[in-house]
Nanobody, 114 residues
Framework: QVQLVESGGGLVQAGGSLRLSCAAS??????MGWYRQAPGKQRELVAT???????NYADSVKGRFTISRIDARNTVYLQMNSLKPEDTAVYYC??????????WGQGTQVTVSS
């Protein structure tokens, strides 16, 4: 059974930093990443990483967020710097197994105050 456990959300002032972590278990994952959903908005991609090397970012976070992965631990991180109030959202970990449907974490709240 696939499980994703997230940690690292919280409240931070604009310009600050946070690091999110997601530990996955139960499969081998081809792609891992992060999505977010702000109140009243659709869930959107933040960043994904495949093979531990190839990464993809939303334009709104390029240059501020960095995604990384430790394959041996099936863990993905999102380092978020220069946070803005518009980054406020629930952040969801995403993991796509080599075989099978994608899995989602329970979500962690990130709030950036102005």
């Amino acid at each position: 059974q696939v499980q994703l456990v997230e940690s690292g959300g919280g409240l931070v002032q604009a310009g600050g930093s946070l690091r999110l972590s997601c530990a996955a278990s139960g499969s081998i994952f081809a792609i891992m990443g992060w999505y977010r959903q702000a109140p009243g908005k659709q869930r959107e991609l933040v960043a994904t990483i495949s093979g531990g090397i190839s990464s993809n970012y939303a334009d709104s976070v390029k240059g501020r967020f960095t995604i990384s992965r430790i394959d041996a631990r099936n863990t993905v991180y999102l380092q978020m710097n220069s946070l803005k109030p518009e980054d406020t959202a629930v952040y969801y970990c995403y993991a796509k197994p080599i075989i099978g449907a994608p899995a989602w974490g329970q979500g962690t709240q990130v709030t950036v105050s102005s």
